[in-house]
């Protein structure tokens, strides 16, 4: 299936979460923090400016990126789990 994110949202593949602390001890799945890093997947065409024009986005297709903690919406595509979010809630491309 197919997925084209509308206006500036961007649909994000979550990288997995952490299963060691830094410190060598085992996390069970339960203690899991919810990741903040993931890989654009798909973007949308910008926002529909006031003057009719369509803004560009500052990410692209394959960029690694961090997002907050509680933003976006999780949705399943052919068994994979996504996250769809507004390029606002982007806070950093890592390079």
């Known amino acids: ?4 994110p509308l206006d500036d949202r961007v649909l994000l593949k979550q990288c997995e979460a952490e299963d060691v ?4 001890i085992v996390l069970p ?6 990741p903040q ?3 654009i997947v ?3 065409p910008g926002k529909l400016l006031d003057s009719g024009e ?3 986005l500052s990410v692209k297709k394959g960029d690694e990126v961090f997002y907050g903690k ?3 919406t999780e949705i ?3 068994g994979e789990e996504y996250v769809l979010i507004r390029e606002s809630d982007i806070m950093a491309v890592i390079e």
């Open 37 to 39: 890093r993931g890989k």
């Open 1 to 4: 299936m197919a997925v084209k």
């Open 54 to 56: 369509r803004g560009s």
């Open 21 to 24: 602390t830094a410190g060598g």
């Open 70 to 72: 509680y933003v976006g």
């Open 42 to 44: 798909a973007t949308g």
């Open 76 to 78: 399943k595509i052919d």
């Open 29 to 34: 799945d339960s203690a899991k923090e919810k």
